[in-house]
């Protein structure tokens, strides 16, 4: 759904910065002291060219200089899917992808891989892209000692295509998934939901090669979970139209799902799921002292076979895995709204 951008883009930032610089974090007009150096690399995985959910995502993690982003991954979407149906959605996700960041004024274009734009046939064989090259050397630098995370909001079939291409990679990088079916000793699915949820179809394959096959850990955030992420209406007015051209864009590509949605009859809500944003809250967002998502909640299981309906079956003997069950909000939405606000201010003093 999220629109196609033109080349070049339509609304370039008048001002430039590049990732883990933050020009616009200042105090009564004094430039802040400087934040501590990253904790965390990132490398941020999502199919911008669907659910606009991805690019509030994409720009707080930008905007974040606690975790460093050496790769930006342009995933496919299901062909055919609603949100975009043509067959080079992981290649319009790159392209999504670079036009944010130029409308924002971050000058990391070269960070930006397209992934592959179909998905793996059998769990045996992988789609070699860009992207799973990119991962492979991301994963196995052995020039720093952060920790790698791997914050997918949709498919895996780059991911798994690294770890078929080299396992090794497992051992390096922690998975964020925002993806897969509730849990049912935790969570009911919605009224009326999809059997197979949403991020998962795009690509059952290689989520069974993900949790099946690999020894990759995991930090899962099922449906249950990211359908907790609601903003209202009205803050996305107050809150993100309201903070200059980076936020107006980002409120226009929601409205436009908005609008979409009621043209074919369905009414929607006082809210849209920014869903994609727990990737940032708990990849960025620690706590300082003992760093852990703490402010969230989750249970701790040993990772369960995956199975192609999208049910899962336990697997007691299997490498631990956590799921879960309530992110903080609060936290989560405040620190982007106040972002946006700050960049706006310090683009629009250009």
Known sequence: MTRIPRTPSPAPAPRRWRPGETPWATIDGVAAPAAAPPSARVIVDNDFAGDPDDLYQLVHHLLSPAVTIPLVVGSRL?????????????????????????????????????GSNTPLPDRGTPQPSSAAAAIIDEALREDTGLPLFYAAGGGLTDLATALLLEPRIAERMTLLWIGGNEHPELAAPPPGGMPIEYNLLIDVNAAQVVFTDSALPIWQIPRDVYRQCLVSSAEL??????????????????????????????????????????????????????????????????????????????????????????????????????????????????
């Open 237 to 350: 007015r107050r809150r993100v139209a309201a903070t200059g051209p980076v936020g107006r864009y980002l409120h226009e590509e929601t409205r436009a799902v908005v609008e979409t949605v009621a043209a074919h009859g369905h009414a929607m809500p006082e809210t849209y799921a920014l869903g994609d944003s727990p990737l940032v809250l708990l990849t960025a967002l620690r706590s300082a002292f003992e760093p852990d998502s703490a402010s969230s909640r989750h249970v701790v299981v040993p990772t369960p076979a995956l199975e192609a309906d999208g049910t899962y079956t336990a697997r007691p003997d299997a490498r631990p895995m956590r799921i879960y069950t309530q992110v903080d909000t609060r936290l989560m939405f405040e620190d982007l709204f106040t972002k946006l606000a700050e960049l706006d201010a310090w683009l629009a003093s250009a």
């Open 78 to 114: 299901r062909e055919g899917d609603g949100f975009y149906p043509g067959a080079d959605s992981a290649t319009q996700a790159a392209a999504i992808a670079r036009d944010v960041m130029d409308r924002m004024g971050c000058d990391a274009a070269e960070i930006v891989v397209a």
